[in-house]
């Protein structure tokens, strides 16, 4: 079954920082996650997103109009920084995988849900 890992990171860069001095997480431990989740072969996918400044939102309003406006506003202190998709037999190896990710370390989390299968 497919999940998605949605890697959750602090917002304000500051926090950001504090979070990744307080767990130890590194860019190598992020380098050693991705490896070892594509060497198992359950990786399906993943990204890294850029920098949040870099985002753009469109709304389409009930005439059809389009709003476009840089980046999102929405009152939280989280951000969506990357994903992964990985195919694994349950929820239980699912959450196994959410449990090693840097980015669930440090005030991150990682949000595991399943790929809609509509084929089923």
């Not at 001095?21 to 399906?44: E, K, L, N, P």
């Not at 195919?87 to 399943?114: E, H, I, Q, T, Y």
Request: net charge negative.
């Amino acid at each position: 079954m497919k999940y998605m890992l949605l890697i959750q990171s602090a917002s304000n860069p500051e926090e950001l920082d504090a979070a990744t001095a307080a767990d130890g997480s590194t860019f190598s431990d992020w380098v050693s996650y991705d490896r070892t989740i594509r060497d198992s072969g359950v990786h399906v996918s993943g990204e890294s997103l850029a920098d949040l400044t870099t985002a753009t939102t469109v709304r389409v309003s009930p005439s059809g109009e389009r709003l476009i406006t840089d980046g999102p506003f929405a009152e939280t202190r989280e951000v969506l920084g990357g994903y992964y998709v990985i195919d694994v037999p349950d929820l239980d190896v699912a959450l196994d995988w959410a449990a090693r990710c840097p980015g669930a370390r440090g005030g991150g989390s990682v949000v595991v849900r399943p790929v809609a299968n509509f084929d089923a």
